[in-house]
């Protein structure tokens, strides 16, 4: 700075300097608000058919499906890194797909398959199952259809079918993703009754409609069958209290936790969850979030790593408890170094 520039009288600041406990690293560290740790890291894995198969997804790269052996692969590895849970979803076989859903209820379908395999192999992983009816339809839709409507109690009733095989293969945790009314109480009726009072609810209560789910209705198949869209059961995005609303209704009827879906554009609707009702709060890092910042990354705009641990951190400073993300094993490797 030359000698003749004037200097500034500071005297307005009393000594207050914000940056006095930002000028080192431990000093940083001190003061840090929010942790993260592998622990508040929950892992989705698709699942298909096969043998050591292993598909790549074209909007998701670095994501594939795996078949049920590579799952109990991955399950040792999410282990190793300290994630506690894994959320499975399959990519049902076409010709297993109908107008009815039935493959759903089905003991012995992929679903189940992998849960029984991963329980056996890794015990001390948590399992959670994705239950809905869209991997299983053969329109995309996670209701019943009827001359295009969407059968509500006819849904829920298929889904606690659904759940119930899933619980006896292995599933500690239950998360309806449909946004069905009801299903909540319906489930927890139905878990309680077979002796499943320990099964967790996970419920997907406010689940938005959402053009960020692209990439996961192709890594499951229901995109390209999916016929209209979603908007009469998941959440209007220009909504929050109705959101306050599907959470009060699923914490009533009886969810341990609840989620909050998509996450990085919804961080508004996690914190009034959170400040509302102090429950345990998970949010989705959904598959078009994912896409978003590993196109990016590919294309220079940023550093992967760095944009990933950024967007992991907002979802704890919002509130969060435990997030889904298709990150989890990277940024538990990354947290550990
Ligand atoms: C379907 C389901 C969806 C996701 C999880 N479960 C998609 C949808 O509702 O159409 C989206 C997850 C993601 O985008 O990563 N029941």
């Known amino acids: 700075m030359p000698a003749d520039w004037p200097r500034f009288d500071m005297s307005f600041l009393g000594g207050r300097r914000l940056r006095r406990l930002r000028q080192a690293s431990w000093s940083r560290d001190m003061v840090r608000e929010t942790v993260l740790t592998p622990a508040d890291l929950i892992w989705p894995l698709f699942l298909i058919e096969g043998e050591n198969e292993r598909t790549p997804i074209r909007t998701m790269p670095g994501v594939e499906r795996l078949s049920v052996d590579l799952a109990v692969e991955a399950a040792r590895q999410a282990v190793d890194a300290g994630i506690p849970a894994l959320a499975l979803f399959p990519n049902t076989p076409d010709h297993l797909r109908s107008t009815g859903a039935e493959e759903a209820a089905n003991p012995d379908n992929l ?42 109690d006819e849904t829920v009733a298929l889904m606690v079918r659904s759940a119930l095989v899933q619980a006896r293969a292995g599933a500690d945790i239950i998360a309806p993703s449909d946004m069905m009314d009801g299903r909540i109480g319906a489930l927890r009726r139905a878990l309680d009754a077979e002796g499943f009072e320990a099964t967790i609810l996970m419920s997907y209560a406010a689940k938005y409609a959402s053009c960020y789910y692209g990439p996961f209705r192709e890594a499951v198949g229901s995109g390209k069958r999916l016929v209209g869209d979603k908007r009469t059961y998941q959440l209007d995005f220009a909504n929050s209290d109705e959101a306050m609303r599907e959470v009060a209704q699923d914490l009533e009827e009886g969810a341990d936790m609840v989620m909050v879906k998509p996450g990085l554009i919804y961080l508004d609707i996690i914190r009034r969850v959170k400040d509302n009702f102090n429950v345990p709060v998970a949010a989705y890092q959904v598959s078009g979030e994912y896409a978003m910042i590993s196109f990016a990354a590919a ?14 951190w907002a979802f704890k400073r919002a509130g969060c408890d435990t997030i889904l993300t298709y990150f989890a094993l990277d940024a538990a490797r990354t947290l550990a170094k």
Not at 123 to 151: C, F, H
Not at 299 to 312: K, V, Y
């Open 299 to 312: 294309a220079g705009a940023f550093d992967r790593n760095a944009a990933m641990m950024e967007s992991l």
């Open 111 to 152: 679903m189940c398959r992998a849960l029984s395999a991963i329980k056996e192999a890794v015990p001390g992983i948590g399992l959670i199952a994705d239950t809905a009816l869209d991997e299983y339809s053969a329109n995309g839709q996670d209701g019943l259809v009827a001359n295009g409507d969407i059968l509500n």
